[in-house]
């Protein structure tokens, strides 16, 4: 019967952790601080009023081309 209690892995089992689920958000506001870049996450484009969405699906479209939805 195998052990798969030990494997290669193992030793960087302490240093592994869930992913942030704020870690992009916290990124785009880094770099918006940082350096001016705009960061637009989809969830956050979601939760725009209607007409705030149209104007950055706009923006988005005229910087880089249609969307092939």
Do not use: C, F, Q
């Not at 494997?7 to 240093?15: F, K, N, V, Y």
């Not at 952790?17 to 705009?38: I, Q, T, Y």
């Amino acid at each position: 019967m195998s052990d798969y209690s030990r494997t290669s892995l193992t030793r960087h089992a302490p240093g592994m952790r869930d992913a942030d689920e704020n870690g992009p958000s916290r990124l785009a506001a880094r770099k918006w601080h940082e350096d001016g870049s705009v960061v637009l996450l989809a969830d956050s484009v979601r939760r725009l009023d209607p007409l705030d969405r149209d104007l950055v699906r706009a923006i988005a479209t005229r910087l880089y081309g249609p969307r092939g939805e």
